[in-house]
């Protein structure tokens, strides 16, 4: 997903810096009323959910949903219809000898990432020419948490939490003064020597009720007080934390304990207690949503914090680049004609080069692209790279992905050089969708989602409704660990093959360098201390802190989720907890 790489212009951009000057010291003691904790949140829908009907009646065919009607529209093996006003759309399929319709819902854009979403929906035969299922598209909600102490000097300090897009580390709010009703928060966004004011607001004292303007993000937020069982904290209570192994669902999971699979109960209490513990004290305090682990295939710890409880969908950010690997080995599994060395522009040109096609695009494959070593002008740390994730996702000239990735300049010849860029993934995933002639959300489920015993998820898309392959989808923490199971068991989950034993390790091998580890198929790979020695691990990582971690001498996956998207801190589950708390507990 597209990150902010410069606060301080997508601040400006946004309207929040309310001016450029320099601030006035806080004011003395006014706004000393306003210490605590502060929450708002808002829901932006959508509200077009629940029962999808659809009815077939002779030739003609309709839809309802949310007391809306549409035409349905059925061609060949393909069921399409769209909401008016563009409220959401949906695509499908017969299957089962016409008794189930399997399809997506299309919502609407959200507010919260300002991305479209697909999610799966499954309709059952009720009568003759009758189908309902259930649309649960991905909820959009925003919450902001302040958290107002006193200074010394008399004022108040205050800083932002936002666990949806972690936009209070952009920001980076220092204080807040308040002149009568009227209050300021002023900040240092992007790392700013002084501080100017970011955005304002009114306190009425008598509701005691902060109202704090928040551009493009549905403007004024109520932040009401919250108190110590707010999801603020890792946990509400001080009860010292007790393991219980998981629970046992119907997603395909065995579970069991720590000690059936020889970890020290001791040691993995006191990891998870110190989590509970954390100080939220700071905009970048560590904010660990889930922690899970796996040995031996089976499910012994699945903890949650902040609110979560795992039933949620959650973003996987660029951890998703490595499903997409996965992806395209199952694709090759089931006889799509596609392999590491396929060429890129010739696949993309339905099977011919286009004339003119310069020599080192022309020598680009399928491997140079999961390998991040295209040779594209294309880098993710570098705003001035055409090719970079944020200025190919800003730019409106070019609505089609994988032609404005086609397009790019090239700076090395490929091979030459492994560079983060996530158009690389993306554009993989349209050769994946040309060999197959198949939708990208279509292979997913029927290839990874449906046979590893997915529950909910939702598949962000490009402007052209394909889903987007260099990361965000979001997936239940569960079903997303399966992915680092499965390949630790040589392609296979639960006795059905996924990918072939000769991808699963391939695609997990240190093939290239990158920013000091090892990269494989979009796989990252690291060496982890262990008593005394190191072991080679694998891993999928996105930013915020999500990570799936597999050493395979211990047999072990380790899943961590988080919500410091864009901060230096998100680093800390896979080069400190895992090696640090985990491995140590592990015989």
Not at 302 to 314: K, V
Not at 355 to 361: D, F, T
Not at 404 to 415: E, H, Q, S, V, W
Not at 533 to 539: E, G, Q
Request: glycine fraction near 12%; proline fraction near 7%.
């Amino acid at each position: 997903m597209s990150l902010f790489k410069n606060a301080a212009t997508i601040a400006i951009a946004a309207g929040l810096i309310i001016a450029p000057t320099p601030a006035a010291p806080p004011a003395s003691g006014q706004a000393s009323d306003l210490n605590g904790l502060w929450q708002a949140k808002k829901r932006f829908g959508p509200d077009i959910r629940g029962e999808l009907t659809i009815v077939r009646d002779g030739k003609s065919w309709r839809a309802e949903l949310a007391g809306r009607r549409a035409t349905v529209t059925a061609d060949g093996n393909t069921i399409t219809f769209t909401l008016p006003n563009g409220e959401g759309s949906f695509r499908g399929s017969p299957i089962d000898s016409g008794n189930r319709i399997h399809g997506h819902w299309l919502q609407q854009r959200t507010v919260t990432s300002g991305t479209a979403y697909l999610t799966p929906v499954d309709l059952v035969a009720r009568g003759p020419g009758l189908w309902r299922g259930e649309v649960s598209p991905l909820d959009d909600n925003f919450t902001l948490i302040l958290k107002i102490d006193a200074d010394p000097d008399g004022g108040a300090r205050v800083f932002l939490r936002n666990p949806d897009r972690n936009i209070g580390r952009f920001l980076n709010l220092q204080h807040i003064t308040r002149d009568g009703d009227k209050v300021t928060l002023l900040g240092k966004p992007d790392g700013a020597e002084k501080e100017v004011p970011i955005t304002g607001g009114t306190y009425n004292a008598d509701d005691d009720v902060l109202s704090i303007f928040i551009p493009g993000r549905g403007d004024t937020y109520d932040f009401r007080r919250a108190g110590d069982d707010s999801d603020f904290y890792p946990r509400p209570g001080k009860a010292p934390y007790v393991y219980r192994a998981p629970l046992a669902r119907s997603d395909g999971w065995p579970v069991t304990t720590l000690d059936a699979v020889g970890i020290a109960r001791p040691a993995i209490e006191r990891f998870v207690q110190m989590l509970i513990d954390t100080p939220m004290d700071s905009v970048h305090a560590q904010d660990i949503h889930g922690v899970l682990i796996a040995r031996h295939g089976k499910l012994v710890l699945e903890e949650y914090f902040h609110g979560q409880d795992g039933t949620q969908l959650h973003d996987t950010r660029s951890a998703a680049k490595s499903m997409t690997s996965v992806l395209i080995g199952a694709a090759i599994e089931n006889g799509a004609r596609l392999s590491p060395a396929t060429p890129v522009y010739g696949m993309m040109g339905g099977g011919s080069f286009p004339s003119g096609l310069e020599p080192r695009k022309r020598a680009m494959t399928l491997e140079h692209l999961m390998t991040m070593s295209s040779g594209f002008h294309c880098d993710d740390r570098d705003p001035k790279a055409p090719g970079n994730e944020d200025v190919m996702q800003n730019q409106e000239a070019q609505p089609d992905w994988y032609r404005y990735a086609l397009d790019l300049p090239m700076a090395t010849a490929p091979g030459d050089v492994a560079i983060y860029c996530s158009t690389n993934p993306n554009l993989a995933g349209g050769v994946l969708a040309k060999a197959t002639g198949i939708r990208l959300e279509d292979s997913f489920d029927r290839l990874i989602a449906r046979p590893m015993q997915f529950g909910r998820y939702a598949l962000n898309v490009q402007p052209t409704g394909q889903p987007y392959m260099g990361g965000g989808a979001q997936f239940i923490p569960r079903d997303f660990m399966k992915l680092g199971q499965m390949m630790l068991d040589g392609g296979v989950w639960h006795g059905r093959r996924i990918v072939s034993a000769a991808w699963a390790k391939r695609s997990t091998a240190p093939i290239r360098a990158m920013r000091g580890l090892h990269y494989g198929y979009f796989w990252w790979g690291i060496d982890l201390p262990y008593k005394g020695k190191t072991l080679p691990a694998y891993y999928a990582a996105g930013n915020g802190g999500q990570v799936v971690m597999v050493v395979p001498a211990l047999d072990l996956v380790v899943a961590i989720f988080g919500g410091n998207y864009s901060d230096k801190v998100m680093y800390v589950p896979q080069e400190i907890y895992t090696p640090k708390y985990i491995l140590p507990a592990v015989d």
